[in-house]
């Protein structure tokens, strides 16, 4: 019965990184296929008409499995839709169901998945210590450097990816004022073949990213093409890498390359005022200003940061 399943439910949950928004929406989604036409799922029917996505995957389906169970907190914007491998995560659990053994109780897997939406929610947040003897640098690298270990307990989702590009809209909200430019979700922000920038302020096309790649030299080559002054901030390591790949297509003297640690703590300092109160001040504000963006555009309350003294 349902008590025998627990144990193969936790196991294919940790080998398969079935944690956050997306696997989640998928398991849910699933399992009430399941439900309504029984085992074994036939996971090529489970595909939409273009074979792209997974069929009845979207927001609306997702809140409602959860609203049964008095959840009304939304999982994912786009019920994991737009999640990347949410095809190959279908699959996967898909076989899972179908291996099964004996009698299978659809309503406590159900409930398994459930428990699992409660611990999303009650992610722990990420934390930076407020300490005036260790660099601006060396807090900002803190919490992204959590964020990347977090991203290899939890594949397909990229915490890090999020959290550089809210680090930036905050300090750029601390340094120029609300309201002068657009946030987004992390999600529609990095969707293939998206939007132009992650922030366009003046005729400045802002990319944030972890990873550079071809993809973000050709939208800054865009960019140029329509009047933009392109501008990319990555982590130490994609420093490197950013310029070679625009020295490679000739547009190594005309995109300004930036690593997030200084571009964030540089301007920690001239808000501060260069004092250590100041900077305290700062980063107790950009903080402040980050869990305002993750609040209003993200559904991973696990995203924010506690500012520890």
């Given at each position: 019965?349902?008590?025998?399943?627990?144990?193969?439910?936790?196991?294919?949950?940790?080998?398969?990184?079935?944690?956050?928004?997306?696997?989640?929406?998928?398991?849910?989604?699933?399992?009430?296929?399941?439900?309504?036409?029984?085992?074994?799922?036939?996971?090529?029917?489970?595909?939409?008409?273009?074979?792209?996505?997974?069929?009845?995957?979207?927001?609306?389906?997702?809140?409602?499995?959860?609203?049964r169970h008095d959840i009304t907190r939304v999982l994912a914007s786009e019920g994991?839709?737009?999640?990347?491998?949410?095809?190959?995560?279908?699959?996967?659990?898909?076989?899972?169901?179908?291996?099964?053994?004996?009698?299978?109780?659809?309503?406590a897997i159900e409930a398994f998945w459930i428990e699992?939406?409660?611990?999303?929610?009650?992610?722990?947040?990420?934390?930076?210590?407020?300490?005036?003897?260790?660099?601006?640098?060396?807090?900002?690298?803190?919490?992204?450097?959590?964020?990347?270990?977090?991203?290899?307990?939890?594949?397909?989702?990229?915490?890090?990816?999020?959290?550089?590009?809210?680090?930036?809209?905050?300090?750029?909200?601390?340094?120029?004022?609300?309201?002068?430019?657009?946030?987004?979700?992390?999600?529609?922000?990095?969707?293939?073949?998206?939007?132009?920038?992650?922030?366009?302020?003046?005729?400045?096309?802002?990319?944030?990213?972890?990873?550079?790649?071809?993809?973000?030299?050709?939208?800054?080559?865009?960019?140029?093409?329509?009047?933009?002054?392109?501008?990319?901030?990555?982590?130490?390591?994609?420093?490197?890498?950013?310029?070679?790949?625009?020295?490679?297509?000739?547009?190594?003297?005309?995109?300004?390359?930036?690593?997030?640690?200084?571009?964030?703590?540089?301007?920690?300092?001239?808000?501060?005022?260069?004092?250590?109160?100041?900077?305290?001040?700062?980063?107790?504000?950009?903080?402040?200003?980050?869990?305002?963006?993750?609040?209003?555009?993200?559904?991973?309350?696990?995203?924010?940061?506690?500012?520890?003294?």
């Open positions: 019965m349902a008590a025998a399943h627990q144990p193969e439910l936790a196991a294919f949950t940790a080998s398969k990184g079935f944690r956050g928004k997306g696997p989640l929406s998928v398991a849910l989604v699933i399992t009430q296929h399941a439900k309504k036409i029984g085992l074994p799922l036939d996971a090529e029917k489970l595909l939409t008409e273009g074979g792209g996505q997974v069929l009845g995957l979207g927001k609306g389906a997702v809140q409602a499995i959860l609203k994991g839709r737009t999640s990347r491998g949410s095809l190959n995560n279908m699959r996967e659990y898909v076989a899972f169901l179908n291996g099964l053994k004996g009698k299978v109780d659809l309503d699992r939406v409660h611990e999303f929610f009650a992610g722990k947040p990420f934390k930076i210590r407020l300490d005036a003897s260790r660099s601006l640098r060396m807090v900002v690298r803190d919490v992204i450097l959590q964020a990347v270990e977090r991203q290899k307990t939890a594949p397909g989702m990229y915490y890090a990816g999020a959290v550089l590009q809210h680090l930036v809209g905050a300090k750029l909200d601390c340094a120029l004022g609300e309201g002068k430019f657009e946030h987004n979700s992390f999600s529609t922000a990095d969707a293939p073949g998206g939007r132009a920038g992650d922030f366009f302020i003046g005729d400045v096309a802002l990319h944030v990213t972890t990873s550079p790649g071809e993809a973000v030299i050709e939208k800054c080559r865009d960019n140029l093409n329509d009047g933009y002054r392109p501008m990319l901030v990555t982590l130490q390591h994609g420093l490197t890498v950013a310029e070679g790949l625009a020295a490679n297509v000739g547009l190594g003297d005309r995109i300004d390359i930036f690593e997030i640690e200084q571009f964030v703590a540089l301007n920690l300092y001239e808000l501060g005022k260069f004092g250590a109160d100041g900077r305290k001040t700062a980063v107790t504000e950009m903080v402040g200003r980050y869990n305002e963006i993750v609040e209003e555009f993200e559904t991973d309350p696990s995203l924010k940061i506690e500012l520890r003294r």
